[in-house]
């Protein structure tokens, strides 16, 4: 197989699991428990179609612009595509495609399980690394935002922003990332160096579901 990099590539992206289904005699990439992706192999164990989830109008056009994508194999022809792994679809496409996957289940779930799932707050702390987790806190999906350090009853103004009055799924989808709330919203503890990083790492735990927000830092 031609995209030899498609295995390393799927597993580092955020929160993705593999296994194998014998019956199918299928390699398959998952998140959350649902396959967005799968390599299809032979009696020998070598791959003869990819199978990745698509948008339904991009399926049509793709099929129409290479002939190694088709309909997709043993799945639903609407939602799905395959790619010969040995044909010419170029590489940075099928990886685009692959990213697209992802999102495009990810997207099934409801947009709190999807925090749940990526193990991300809306603005990309990972509450389980957090001494406060489960002490002093249960994790800002949990509580809705109302972390300990706010007045009772009172949500962080950015979980307040990005959940309560956009209903995004995280600060992923906004586009003035990172903004005036999150400059305004730190641990008075924090250095401003310290502060700095914690931004640039939030913002980057976030590029790993949208990779387009690496160029926001």
């Known amino acids: 197989m031609r995209y030899d990099w498609m295995d390393d590539f799927l597993l580092k992206k955020r929160c993705v699991t593999k296994d194998y289904q014998p019956a199918w005699n299928w390699v398959r990439y998952q998140i959350g428990g649902k396959m967005f992706a799968a390599q299809c192999l032979d009696e020998k164990g070598q791959p003869y179609y990819i199978n990745l989830k698509v948008d339904p109008g991009e399926s049509i056009f793709l099929r129409d612009q290479y002939e190694d994508i088709v ?14 792994p040995d044909g010419a679809v170029p590489d940075e496409l099928l990886k685009d495609l692959l990213e697209k996957a992802y999102l495009l289940m990810l997207q099934t779930f409801s947009k709190k399980r999807q925090r749940e799932i990526l193990n991300l707050s809306c603005c990309g702390t990972e509450c389980t690394d957090c001494g406060f987790y489960q002490t002093e806190c249960a994790g800002c999906n949990e509580c809705r ?11 962080c103004p950015i979980y307040a922003c990005s959940v309560q009055k956009r209903r995004y799924a995280t600060c992923a989808e906004c586009e003035e990332l990172p903004c005036a709330i999150w400059r305004a919203t730190r641990d008075p503890q924090f250095s401003d160096e ?7 790492e939030r913002v980057e735990n976030l590029a790993e579901i949208n990779p387009d927000k690496r160029q926001s830092e």
Do not use: D, L, T
């Open 194 to 200: 310290k502060f700095e990083q914690s931004i640039r």
């Open 71 to 84: 309909p997709g194999h043993y799945s639903e022809k609407k939602n799905w595509i395959s790619v010969k």
């Open 145 to 155: 935002g109302k972390v300990f350090y706010r007045p009772q009853g009172k949500a």
